[in-house]
Nanobody
């Protein structure tokens, strides 16, 4: 079993920045999609950003231009740089990686943006 360990969440004022990191506990095949999802209280989990092995990315409309996803295949790590944060970005952020053979989730990290 692979564990995804997230870090970087916290409390920040509106307009501030945070960088989330997610590392796999052991080496996993790099042919996969890695991504970040979030769930706010009373809402469904939603995709924030994903990145495939070749580097192509996809973002939710609400974060385009503010968030940047990247990955380091050598470290089995995915990052989410979040700039110009807004109160509506407040949520638990979850890391995910999947391919045809596996689908792993992190435990979640809280991001709180104060107005």
């Amino acid at each position: 079993q692979v564990q995804l360990v997230e870090s970087g969440g916290g409390l920040v004022q509106a307009g501030g920045s945070l960088r989330l990191s997610c590392a796999a506990s052991r080496i996993i095949p790099n042919i996969n999609t890695m991504g970040w999802y979030r769930q706010a209280p009373g809402k469904q989990r939603e995709m924030v950003a994903v990145i495939i092995s070749g580097g192509n990315t996809n973002y939710a409309d609400s974060v385009k231009g503010r968030f940047t996803i990247s990955r380091d295949n050598a470290k089995n790590t995915v990052y989410l740089q979040m700039n110009n944060l807004k109160p509506e970005d407040t949520a638990v952020y979850y890391c995910n990686t999947y391919n045809y053979y596996y689908d792993y989730w992190g435990q979640g990290t809280q991001v709180t943006v104060s107005s």
